[in-house]
Nanobody, 121 residues
Framework: QVQLVESGGGLVQPGGSLRLSCAASGSIFRIDNMAWYRQAPGKERELVAD???????NYAISVAGRFTISRDNALNTVDLQMNSLKREDTAVYYC???????????????WGQGTQVTVSS
């Protein structure tokens, strides 16, 4: 069983910064992609940023230049540094990880429970 636990959410004023962290634990052979998604009220969950095990990154256009994803393969963690936050960044942020399952012989996607980020003055 694999667990993802996020931390670091909260309330921040527009223009401020927050750093989200996610730690994976459990029976882990290898984590391939790690990502952050978000879901605002009344909207579908959307990809914010992802990162391959080799370090290649991908960002949503709405956050490019403001957010930075990073990971530590040895510790099985992924962070999201969020700068210049806007009201429209308000959402529940979810950690996502593609973990190689040696029994199934394929990648299995896991989700964290989510952490609330609220940008408001």
């Amino acid at each position: 069983q694999v667990q993802l636990v996020e931390s670091g959410g909260g309330l921040v004023q527009p223009g401020g910064s927050l750093r989200l962290s996610c730690a994976a634990s459990g029976s882990i052979f290898r984590i391939d992609n790690m990502a952050w998604y978000r879901q605002a009220p009344g909207k579908e969950r959307e990809l914010v940023a992802d990162m391959t095990r080799g370090g290649a990154t991908n960002y949503a256009i709405s956050v490019a230049g403001r957010f930075t994803i990073s990971r530590d393969n040895a510790l099985n963690t992924v962070d999201l540094q969020m700068n210049s936050l806007k009201r429209e960044d308000t959402a529940v942020y979810y950690c996502n990880a593609g973990v190689w399952d040696t029994v199934l012989g394929r990648r299995v996607w896991h989700w964290g429970q989510g952490t609330q980020v609220t940008v408001s003055s």
